[in-house]
Structure formats: C-alpha cells, structure tokens
C-alpha cells in the first residue's frame, strides 16, 4: 500500500514531489531508470521500513520472534504541508528566520490500541524542502528519511502532563515490539512518549466535583517525541526533531493497568470514596463527573445514568474519539553532507551504519550536499493540518482509525 496524494493536495512544484516518488519508484522493467510510467505508479509505501528490517535482521542473524514489527495500515497518517515558517531558537524564545519549507510527513501512530503503552519503535517518514527565503541559501536542508524512529522507551509509559516537565515512568509487565528494542534503540528521556493514564492525569482531569470543569484535553492528549536521526561512522549526517500529537485518542491506559475505552468515561464516575461507577443504578451515588461542555457531557448528559442499551462504542460513527485530532511539531532540523560527494545513503532500519552502496535491509535517504549552520537551532513548530477535523461527526470514519 502507498500514499499517493490527490493533485490539489501535492507537494508544491512538480520537482519536489517527482523527487519523492522517483526516491522510491521501483524499476519494473529493471532498465537501470525510472521511466515515465514507473513513476507515475510510485508514491510514499505503507510499510517499506517494516519489509527492510525484516531483511536487516535475517542478514545480521536476528530471528523474526525478537525482531520483527508489523503495523497495521489504518495508523498510518500522512500530512503534507507546501509553506511551513521556521523561526530561530534564541534565548529561550524564538526570532524570525525567514526560512520556509515543504513538507511531507508519513508515520504509524497507532493511538488504537495497546501497541504503544510498551513499543517505543514506530516508522516515520520525512520529506523536507527548505527552499525559499533569505536564510535558504545558509540552511541547504533538503531531506528524504525513513527510519523506525524511538518515541520515548520501551516498556515503559511516559505518564506526565503534556506541558509538564517531570514525567513519572509506569514499568510495563509487557515486552514491547520488536522484544529486541532495548538493545537496538533504547529510546531517550529527551523523546517521551506522553501517553494518558488513569491514576495520574485521566481520572483527575475527567471526573470533577460540582462547580468545577472537566479538562479533556488535559485529560487525553498524547504527544509521541523523537529524533529522526541518520548516522554513520565518521558522525551525524542529518537529524529532525519532531512530535506528533493527538487530543481524541480511543483509548487509555485504564485503571486496571491495561485499555481502556475513552467513550466509556463519559458513562462513569467517582462516588466519594473514589471508586470508579458505571452501572444506570449506581449514578445517584456518583460526586465526580464529567462536568462542563465538553464532548462527554453533550455525548451524555445523563452520565453514568444512561441505559445500557443506549450508549455509543468505542468504534461507532458517533462517537467523539476517533484519533481525528492530530498535529505535528517540528523542532531543530539540521544536515552535515558536506565534503561528501553524495546525495543518497543507505542506512539500516534505525538510522545508523550510512554507506553510499545498498545492502541487505538497507534503507534509501536522501541528503542534500552542503551543511546547516552550527550556530543555528530551529525553534519548534506546529504544524495544523489544512482540515482540523478531518471526520466530522456524522462522516463515515471510526475506530480504529
């Protein structure tokens, strides 16, 4: 499966864009180019990242039962952006640069299920153009990375806030996907992965007394950090910070250390010695709820009162959480392919060991030649998708989504 955009919706220039699928078209023929038709059929795969470690691990003696990660294609996103301001990090705050770039970013972020309370591994794709403005001509950043990228480290769950700087860790009993992560990329405390957990911040956000409001948004929002990095030997050749978030996730991790369906907390409450109640016949004894306007109480302005029969799942055309909500931030972006003499690189599945040859497993990016200024940090960026709510209640998209 590939990604192959709409023409309205293409990166900007026929270039950039023909520079993505010829990065990736296949030589059918096998004619040693790419020809008009079999770049015509290219586009962004779903899964190549996935395909190369399987091939990266058979060639360095890693079994599939400890190695292997397979994505389902539904949490597979795709933003793409044709004039993305970048600012300067200075001082604490940020300036202006005057530097602007096209982007195209495909990831996995499956916030559906279980997979990412434990697995910190997650592919990513990056296409990155800085080509217009003052500062272009100083920031050669020209970019095309895929890699399984770290968010955060494996099982364990970033539990803090999502503005917070302390971030209590919850130990997982689960082995995360692939069992090896440890050891091929344990993952930084620099790139959480915030996820929502009852005890720490689900419950209290969610469930307010009388006169208070209920915050989902503190209450839910994930926000999955990494750094995009292509090593080899002699040093980085380019690294991209960035961060994917999402305030409507499906699920959480529930009170009783596994998930648990968001829709189900706007049927539920606390009774004043704090334990959690569901049922129609426990309502009256209910103090905390959802409280406010939020998407809980116009779901279910009867809270915990509504008949059995009558409630929303978690995978049904009305409910609110559908993973709908997503942004992406960019931080620091920066590439040191000067002196080199080449463009394209192969890399294993996480970034590391780049050659100018392919080998078994190896991954194709794509580096401009030139280097970004030392002195320079690109402060963070958000980035909002052109349709904020791309499925609008009443569309036909669900869970898992």
């Known amino acids: 499966m590939q990604f192959r955009p709409r023409a309205r919706d293409e990166p900007a220039g026929a270039a950039w864009w023909d520079d993505i699928r010829r990065h990736f078209a296949f030589d059918a023929n096998g004619n040693g180019s790419i020809d008009s038709s079999e770049l015509a ?28 990660r397979r994505m389902p294609h539904t949490s597979y996103k795709v933003y793409v952006s044709n004039g993305v301001r970048r600012d300067r990090a200075i001082a604490g705050g940020t300036e202006s ?8 970013l495909a990831y996995h972020q499956s916030t559906a299920t279980a997979d990412a ?18 500062q272009a001509a100083n920031n050669p950043i020209k ?13 364990l769950i970033d539990a803090g806030p999502v503005d917070g700087t302390t971030v209590p860790l919850i130990p997982l009993g689960a082995l995360p996907v692939p069992a090896n992560s440890v050891q091929v990329a344990p993952g930084s ?13 689900t419950r209290d956000q969610t469930f307010v007394a009388t006169g208070s409001i209920s915050d989902l948004t503190a209450a839910l929002r994930e926000r999955w950090d990494t750094t995009i990095s292509l090593r080899r030997d002699g040093g980085e050749l380019a690294r991209l910070e960035t961060a994917l978030l999402v305030d409507d996730p499906i699920r959480y991790y529930g009170r009783n250390a596994a998930l648990d ?51 929303v799942a978690f995978d049904a055309l009305g409910s609110p959480f559908r993973n709908c ?11 040191a392919n000067g002196g080199t003499g080449t463009e394209v690189w ?27 200024p030392s002195g320079i940090v690109l402060a963070e960026t958000a980035l909002l998708p052109a349709n904020p709510d791309g499925c609008p209640v009443g569309a036909r998209i669900h869970a898992p989504n």
Request: with cysteine.
């Open 41 to 68: 059929a290219s586009g962004v795969p779903f899964g190549y990242i996935e395909e190369q470690l399987d091939a990266f691990n058979a060639a360095t003696g890693v079994s599939p039962a400890i190695g292997q």
């Open 97 to 104: 640069y005057d530097l602007t770039c096209r982007v195209l």
């Open 117 to 134: 309370f434990a697995s910190n591994l997650h592919p990513i794709l990056a296409a990155i153009d800085c080509n217009h403005g003052t």
């Open 143 to 155: 970019i095309v990375a895929s890699v399984l990228a770290p968010f955060g480290r494996p099982a």
């Open 189 to 201: 405390a620099d790139d959480p992965r915030r996820l929502p957990t009852y005890a720490e911040r």
């Open 261 to 311: 369906y968001t829709v189900g907390l706007c049927y539920a409450g606390l009774d004043s010695a704090g334990d959690w109640c569901d049922q129609p016949g426990e309502a009256g004894s209910i103090v905390r709820r959802p409280r406010g306007t939020n998407d809980c109480t116009a779901l279910a302005p009867n809270g915990a009162a509504t008949a059995l029969g009558e409630r």
């Open 325 to 335: 909500q997503r942004r992406i931030a960019l931080a620091d972006t920066r590439i």
């Open 346 to 372: 192969y890399t294993d599945p996480y970034g590391g060991g780049a050659r100018t040859t392919s080998f078994a497993g190896g991954v194709k990016q794509f580096i401009a030649r030139g280097a970004t």
